[in-house]
């Protein structure tokens, strides 16, 4: 299986903070990587796709980077809106794996 | 619009089973590959299985082989998951979601509100 490590587990920031959140593949994945934002009690919402699309209507803030291993999502300027837990996942293998989640709180 | 509507979860005894469905519609359902996701309480997100547009081939997590069954009629545009051999740890909430493509490479895009499976005696 290819695991997904997601670093920090948990963060805590402030409205209008540059945070980035990243996702460690343990193989090569090429840019078969997703992330997803979940609010508590709310299923989840694909925000980036390949590592680096971001999805219609998904605020310019965020953004994603990466391919092979190593990948980054970073939100340029925090909003009261995004604090939530963020996923990725890959799609390389048959075998999908999501990261353990961060969960993104307010300082 | 795209709707996915879980349903079938409950309360079951360990070793038990229980099959679960999602109705799709606001799309064609032939067209797209689905998944099952699960989500135990408080904690993260587990894929569970995957079935290609047409049936022709389904995944499963490790953690379920054996004991799950993926499956869809699409001549109702449901999407099924077959769950056998309940264990505690297969409690959790279930959702399904659409790949953004046939195959299980893509994305996954829409996503059901999710149906609780609790297993306990």
């Known amino acids: 299986d290819i695991q997904m490590t997601q670093s920090p587990s948990s963060l805590s920031a402030s409205v209008g903070d540059r945070v980035t959140i990243t996702c460690r593949a343990s193989?090569?994945?090429?840019?078969?990587l997703n992330w997803y934002q979940q609010k508590p009690g709310k299923a989840p919402k694909l925000l980036i796709s390949?590592?680096?699309s971001v999805q219609s209507g998904v605020p310019s803030r965020f953004s994603g980077g990466g391919s092979g291993t190593d990948f980054t999502l970073t939100i340029s300027s925090l909003q009261p809106e995004d604090f939530a837990t963020y996923y990725c996942?890959?799609?390389?293998?048959?075998?999908?794996?999501f990261g353990q989640g961060t969960r993104l709180e307010i300082k | 619009q795209v709707q996915l509507v879980e349903s079938g979860g409950g309360v079951v005894q360990p070793g038990n089973s229980l099959r679960l469905s999602c109705a799709a519609s606001g799309f064609t359902f032939t067209a797209y590959g689905m998944h099952w996701v699960r989500q135990a309480p408080g904690k993260g997100l587990e894929w569970v299985a995957f079935?290609?547009?047409?049936?022709?081939?389904?995944y499963y997590a490790d953690s379920v082989k054996g004991r799950f069954i993926i499956s869809r009629d699409n001549s109702k545009n449901i999407l099924y998951l077959q769950i056998n051999s309940l264990r505690a740890e297969d409690t959790a909430l279930y959702y399904c979601?659409?790949?953004?493509?046939?195959?299980?490479?893509?994305?996954?895009?829409?996503w059901g509100q999710g149906t609780m499976v609790t297993v306990s005696s």
């Open positions: 979601a659409r790949s953004t493509d046939t195959s299980y490479y893509y994305p996954l895009d829409y």
């Open positions: 390949y590592a680096s």
């Open positions: 079935i290609w547009y047409d049936g022709s081939n389904r």
């Open positions: 193989q090569n994945i090429n840019t078969y």
């Open positions: 996942q890959q799609s390389q293998s048959t075998l999908i794996t």
